[in-house]
């Protein structure tokens, strides 16, 4: 049986392409991993990398990362748009096949206490591999980010690290590790030149404004074609599908008399969410995911 | 990048389960080969083995399998509904992922060369690998059947074989060796009592009517669920599209006032395929099969 683990380490570093390249490369040093996408951000300071493997080079390719990380990310004077609070500054893994969340949760503590072990960075656990319920949730441990953390790390209890020293590292600062379902980044376009619609629509399905779980959405205008975009952040399809989403965007959107054009996955996806499609289209019964022939090279 | 040919030999033996079972074993002896099915027919008194791998795993399969059906079945008495000229009658050979059609047609060249060379059975050439227009279709191979072929294969220098002896093996007959595209079992449901009008969308789009190029079709009566079936092989699905024909199927239903409930895909299928209905569901623009994460454990 295959096992697909996916990372998506975010580091403080978004214009020295040298040192991204090098933190890249000591990741894709470990056999059985690929690198999938390294992105920099110049605005941000700040570049994500993406990839995948099994449980066992995933963990040691993001403590490998980690550990360049550290050695040529120095903290003080990183400036950026982005919050932030190390040098390695969210190292989330995400299951994505033949390995659950609590697989993912434990390779998110082993991984974290061998950061704050071997590399004297303190960690704070995230989301599903949180240790307190208000730890699930990012912003609550960037609070103050490296500047700020700095002085609480050390004088306020509630902020003390699940691994490591209560100090941050003198040049890395903190690191946050967890575990998280996939993000799918999709946008689905409007057949109006109304930015209006695609607002109303975005702040009527998002999470955050009392619409579905697990949506974030904006709306957009794309000016040059004449149209508008919901933007969207599906950050757990499994409870919120992307056939969910389609079909409350098109029921709004036919409300406002307007149709959907065409919609676009930017980046990754995982198999079943995509194929909800094809069920959904096709009115497929009793169709497993088996049954697709290349799905037989991962058993 | 790996590589799936997959090949759906027939046998001449559906009673005798010990044979087949043996058969099944030769087969999946060769490493890296993996059987997904086996069915016996005891009507026809025929089975048909499907299995999977890369194009020398599946080329040794194949011939393991051959030898083994050439060693234990003998068509001298063999008695079954189904035409057939040999105890291997056909071999087919498929691309399914990282190899050509011209992959696949060097393989049966080369296993059919093998199957002669080896076991003494004279080979014909089919399909995408015959070399003659005439010896596309297998029904034209198939003339007069084992006892038929007997005769003729000595006496019409017509139906000298491709490969090997112009005379049958004296147990194992002769056999058929190609290369076509996958075939797509499919079923879609209508929500009628009316056999008729299956029948009639049946004809309608059946390519031996008129109809869409690779596709047969029947309609039948789903007698114990109230419904009607337009049952379907399709032969080639990149020639027509299952979702040119889940359309052509909507739009004739709708003209007879009758909807599709659901459709079954029966066995195997190819992601490209089913991914197709994803594509038309979600209006999807620009979308890459290599943006489905669990497709990179086949880079």
Redesign the interface.
Known sequence: M?E?V?CVPNFSEGRRKEVVDEIAKSIASVSGV?V?DAEMDPDHNRSVITF?GDRAGVAEAAFQGARTAVARIDMNGHRGAHPRVGALDVLPFVP??GVTMDDCVALARSVGKRIADELQVPVYLYEAAATRPDRRALPNLRRGEYEGLKVAIEKDPDRKPDFGPSRLHPTAGACIVGARP?LIAWNV?LGTKDVAIAKRIAKAIRESDGGLPAVRAKGFELADRGLVQVSMNMTDYQRTS??QV?EAIRSLAAKEGVE??????I?????DA??????????????HRE?????????
Not at 267 to 271: D, E, F, I, K, T
Not at 274 to 283: D, E, M, V
């Open positions: 295959a697909i996916e690929r999938l995948i994505i096949l996939v376009n992307l056939v389609f959907i054009i065409e919609s676009e996955i980046g990754l996806v995982p198999l995509i194929l909800a499609g094809a069920t959904q289209y096709f009115k497929l019964a009793r169709f049954q697709i022939l290349e799905t037989r090279l991962w058993d």
